[in-house]
């Protein structure tokens, strides 16, 4: 945690503290907004300005600072006034903007809702708001979260706070790179196939993808039911931990007892091939860090993977788009069909429907091959998984989060590595998040350093289902055991 000095009368001192308010944890920053060593008002101001001096990051949709400002304000009236404060006490924070906010617009990133406003916040937002915080802004992300890069033709790409010609990962693109340049400590993503994930990998911070169905995904722009779930985007494990308990309400205590003795299972025929010269030399020393630090790789061996994740992950979604985006729009009174809402996407957007999910689309997928997915392929998928954390009793599986570091913006199709391999964009950066998620397990994405051209790379840690606080718990001795990530340049 960033340390603050605390000026006479109790309150922070912002000009000589030894560290910014922009470096607080959400954790710190509510508990000193909640003892009235800063005020809630203070507290958005210093995240509004760095807002203001990032708008190069594109991070933002929807950004009104008055309103921010406004609610600031009210906070600092309730503490006064002796009211009881949530655990997010005056805390400002990004959400994602295919979030339903019934302040702000969500437009999902998509020219047909640019100025669609729900009627009602999603659940999600409401228990934030619920616990005291307060919504900094909407995010900007991948159009209709179709994608991993952000680079968003609607709205402007979204750029990677550690270099500004680089994709910060999508689709939740915004809130990562809000979280990495310090806009704010806390944010909503969300995932439905590396969504939370690969941004964090690319911006340098912490991504909580839990088990699909903690939390509530209503009033969310959807693409299938059976892979889509909101998570938190952070700097440290605690805050996903305080972010966990709110959302879902479980405050049990985390349990970090250091990593002696931890298995961590190494599946290295479908996780560790084909890596970036840079992602494995750092993905090693990683693991030698955690080795030292007590843990225990348990080497393993997950047959057929490949296969049903083929058959699965993405005919499923793009079976189930269709269904589920026209159903949401009929749900929350957006006054736009689906076929309207395509006719008007982005260029990309509509040829990768065309191709993939509209009637005819030589990528569409059949009823039959759906069924067989459903019924058949994804059940096998999840016994694969049950079985091999039953067997090799391991409390976590990792494994890089991506094959590359971050690529360049509009290097979407085919992506160099360092020592001049081909690889395509969708094996590069989803290969290695697809089956979490796909099979619904909680993921836990931490960085584990910096290329040599300063370019973030990070670990994931895939659990059993339903092991999610035991996760969190783990994730703060490993985030201890890897290291600090070193800031972006500016920050």
């Known amino acids: 945690a960033a340390a603050v000095s605390v000026a006479r009368g109790g309150a922070v001192d912002s000009a000589s503290a030894a560290s910014p308010l922009t470096d607080l944890s959400a954790a710190d920053a509510v508990r000193h907004m909640t003892h009235g060593t800063l005020s809630a008002e203070s507290y958005a101001s210093a995240l509004l300005a760095r807002c203001a001096s990032q708008r190069a990051l594109n991070a933002f949709i929807s950004f009104e600072p008055e309103r921010v400002l406004e609610a600031a304000r009210a906070r600092d009236r309730e503490r006064r006034a002796g009211a009881k404060l949530g655990p997010l006490f005056g805390l400002p924070i990004p959400v994602k903007d295919s979030v339903n906010t019934k302040d702000y617009p969500t437009t999902g990133g998509t020219p047909a809702l640019r100025h669609f406003r729900p009627t009602e916040d999603a659940p999600v937002v409401a228990a934030l708001r619920d616990a005291g915080a307060i ?3 909407k995010t900007n992300l991948h159009e209709l979260s179709y994608g991993w890069t952000s680079n968003n033709l609607a709205f402007g790409a979204v750029h990677n706070p550690y270099d500004l010609k680089r994709v910060p990962g ?6 990562a790179a809000a979280i990495a340049a310090r806009l704010a400590p806390l944010g909503v993503a969300e995932d439905t196939e590396g969504s939370i994930r690969v941004p964090a990998a690319f911006c340098g911070i912490a991504g909580f993808r839990p088990t699909t169905g903690r939390y509530s995904t ?22 996903l931990a305080l972010f966990d308990s709110v959302v879902a309400n479980d405050w049990s205590p985390l349990e ?7 298995r961590l299972g190494v599946v290295r025929d479908y996780w560790f091939g084909d890596l970036d010269p840079e992602v494995l030399r750092i993905t090693d ?3 030698t860090r955690l080795q030292d630090a007590g843990a225990v790789l348990v080497e393993g061996a997950m047959p057929d993977l490949a296969r049903l994740i083929e058959l699965t992950t993405e005919p499923m979604q793009n079976h189930d788009v269709r269904l589920e985006l026209a159903r949401y729009l009929r749900l929350y009174g957006a006054n736009v069909s689906f076929d309207e809402l395509i006719a008007q996407a982005s260029p990309d957007i509509a040829a990768t429907f065309r191709s993939d999910v509209l009637p005819g689309g030589p990528n569409v997928t059949s009823e039959a091959a759906y069924d067989a997915a459903r019924d058949q392929y994804l059940p096998t998928l999840r016994r694969l998984y049950q079985e091999y954390f039953s067997r090799s009793h391991v409390a976590a599986m ?10 360049l913006i509009g290097e979407e199709t085919t992506i160099k590595t360092a020592d001049g391999r081909s690889l395509p964009f969708e094996v590069a950066v989803a290969r290695n998040i697809a089956p979490g998620s796909t099979v619904g397990v909680p993921g836990l994405v931490l960085p584990a350093g910096l290329t040599r051209t300063g370019l973030p790379v990070a670990l994931e840690f895939d659990a059993p289902a339903s092991t999610d606080r035991a996760l969190l718990g783990l994730g703060v001795s490993l985030q201890a055991s890897l290291g600090p990530m070193p800031p972006p340049r500016g920050t």
């Open 135 to 137: 919504v900094l802004g």
């Open 170 to 175: 999508g689709s939740s693109g915004g809130t």
């Open 218 to 239: 209503r009033g969310c722009i959807p693409i299938t039911p059976l892979f889509d779930q909101i998570g938190p985007h952070a700097r440290t494990v605690a805050d």
């Open 256 to 262: 970090s007892k250091g990593l002696h003795g931890v």
């Open 285 to 287: 020393r990683a693991l």
């Open 398 to 407: 990792v494994f890089p989060a991506t094959l590359v570091p971050p690529p």
